[in-house]
C-alpha cells in the first residue's frame, strides 16, 4: 500500500508539474504572436521510457494502421508526413505553416518528448488574408482527437499499460473580437478570447470508455468559445482498430 501510494503521488505531482510548464510555455509563446494561439497537450499517467521515438516514428514503427486520413483541424495532422518529424533533444518535434480551413496563416508545432507527452502549439494569424479570427470550434475539437490518435498510437507501441493520458488546453487572443463560423457558413456567434481561457484537465482511457470520455473534452472545446455543441456539430471520434495480428 505505501508502494502504491508513493506510485500515485509521484505521479500526480509530475502531472502537476508538467501541466504547469506547459502553461507557462504557452504564455511566452503567444507573447510575439499575432491573432489566435492555441496549446493542446496530453501526458502519458505513467512515465514512458521511449528513446528512438524520432527514429522509430519517421520510420514508420510508430503510425497509422490504415492509410484513412483523418478530418482536417485548425493544425495539420501530425501523422501525413513521417518524414517531417524532426530529431530533436529528448524526443522529436514537427513544425508546419500552412493557410489551412481558416483562410489564415496557421503555424503549428506538434512535439513529442520520451517521457510520454505530446504537445501542440499554434497560432492562426489573420493579418494580411482575412479582417477578423474566424474559426469552427469542431476543427478544434478535431484536433484534440488527432492528439488522441498519437497518443494512442505511442501507447500501443510502448505496451498496453500507457493508455491512460490527462489532457487539457488553452486559447488566446491578441484581437478583441473573432467569430463562429461553422462549416455550413453559418456565423453562430462571436468570442473574446483576449483574457485567454482553458479548462480543467481532462483523464481518458485509451482503453475504456474513451468515446463518452471525448464527448466531455468536445464540449469543453465548445464551451471555451461561448457556445454549446450543436448535436450536428459532433466529432465522429473512435479509435482506430489495430489488425488482428497486432493485437
Not at 12 to 17: A, G, H, S, V
Amino acid at each position: 500500500m505505501q508502494n502504491a501510494f508513493w506510485e500515485a503521488r509521484t505521479s500526480r505531482e509530475r502531472i502537476k508539474e508538467e501541466l504547469d510548464l506547459g502553461r507557462l510555455k504557452f504564455s511566452r509563446y503567444h507573447d510575439d504572436k499575432v491573432g489566435l494561439s492555441f496549446r493542446f497537450t496530453a501526458l502519458s499517467e505513467r512515465a514512458m521510457d521511449i528513446p528512438k521515438v524520432a527514429k522509430d516514428l519517421r520510420s514508420g514503427k510508430i503510425a497509422p494502421w490504415s492509410q484513412s486520413s483523418a478530418g482536417d483541424g485548425i493544425a495539420e495532422y501530425p501523422l501525413w508526413s513521417l518524414e517531417e518529424w524532426q530529431f530533436r533533444a529528448f524526443g522529436t518535434e514537427r513544425y508546419k505553416e500552412s493557410l489551412g480551413t481558416v483562410r489564415a496563416k496557421v503555424c503549428s508545432r506538434w512535439r513529442i518528448e520520451q517521457t510520454g507527452i505530446i504537445e501542440l502549439l499554434g497560432n492562426i494569424d489573420p493579418s494580411g488574408v482575412e479582417p477578423d479570427i474566424r474559426i469552427d470550434p469542431y476543427d478544434a475539437t478535431a484536433t484534440a482527437a488527432h492528439m488522441l490518435y498519437l497518443a494512442h498510437y505511442i501507447g500501443r507501441y510502448n505496451g498496453k499499460n500507457s493508455a491512460r493520458w490527462v489532457v487539457d488546453a488553452q486559447f488566446k487572443s491578441t484581437e478583441e473580437k473573432g467569430y463562429i463560423e461553422t462549416r455550413g457558413g453559418l456565423i453562430l456567434g462571436k468570442f473574446d478570447l483576449t483574457r485567454g481561457a482553458r479548462f480543467r484537465a481532462i483523464a481518458i482511457d485509451l482503453e475504456e470508455n474513451a468515446d463518452a470520455t471525448f464527448r466531455i473534452l468536445e464540449d469543453r472545446i465548445w464551451e471555451t468559445f461561448g457556445i454549446e455543441c450543436p448535436k450536428n456539430g459532433r466529432y465522429p471520434f473512435a479509435l482506430p482498430k489495430a489488425p488482428l495480428a497486432d493485437l
